[in-house]
């Protein structure tokens, strides 16, 4: 309580959901099924339905936010990068059916320097060395987020303890392992090619640099892949 007399402070308004910018951006976890379309409008064309559970880990969907606007009749709708193919896609879904958090981390993953580095506020706080897709089988360039997050439960395994699968997909394969192709981050039982061309398009890290992200990062962190 303030001293005697004095008026009530209201506490700070939140910030409001807005584009990612070099130091923060928003994730947007799915409330209930919603269909994500073309344009911000209830009519326009539909691209795919967003459910609230994810479909390789069942854990909860998040996605990142890329633009906000406010359509003619007041409702607020954002642009979301979807883990659908081709690589990129987006689409725009109602805010109301979205609760959005506030993320300063990103990373960056640089094929030819084969480095992923970890930023948070625009800062460096993590280097590692990372190995990427062979030239058969490349890892694909651009734009992507953090899906899901799969623990393995199994720090020795092929893929190490943790899986961040990505939105993206292999632009080579569109089945791998009986899965769908999709790209992701994870650890390995092959320390020995890091730093080599040596996957299927994933990226793999170290164990302990899995660990490391695996403190920090969750679903909806942006990802920038470049070559």
């Not at 883990?83 to 959005?100: H, M, Q």
Request: positive net charge; aromatic residues 4%.
């Amino acid at each position: 309580m303030g001293p005697a007399g004095a008026a009530p402070v209201a506490a700070p308004a939140p910030a409001p959901v807005a584009a990612p910018t070099a130091r923060e951006s928003w994730t947007a976890n799915v409330l209930a099924p919603v269909v994500a379309r073309a344009a911000p409008a209830g009519r326009a064309t539909p691209i795919t339905v967003l459910r609230p559970i994810a479909p390789i880990g069942r854990g909860g969907t998040v996605l990142a936010v890329r633009a906000v606007r406010r359509a003619a009749g007041g409702r607020l709708w954002v642009r979301v990068l979807l883990p659908i193919r081709p690589n990129g896609r987006e689409g725009w879904v109602p805010a109301d059916v979205l609760r959005f958090r506030r993320t300063r981390l990103r990373i960056l993953i640089d094929q030819s320097e084969r480095r992923l580095t970890l930023f948070r506020s625009g800062r460096a706080v993590l280097r590692a060395p990372v190995a990427i897709g062979k030239p058969a089988t490349p890892t694909p360039n651009g734009r992507f987020a953090v899906a899901e997050l799969i623990r393995t439960n199994q720090p020795g395994a092929f893929l190490g303890p943790v899986v961040f699968a990505l939105t993206g997909y292999s632009e080579k394969l569109n089945e791998f392992a009986g899965g769908d192709g999709r790209v992701a981050v994870h650890g390995t039982s092959l320390p020995q090619l890091i730093g080599t061309r040596a996957s299927n398009g994933c990226i793999r890290l170290r164990n302990r640099d899995a660990v490391r992200l695996l403190r920090v990062v969750r679903p909806g962190v942006p990802v920038t892949i470049r070559p």
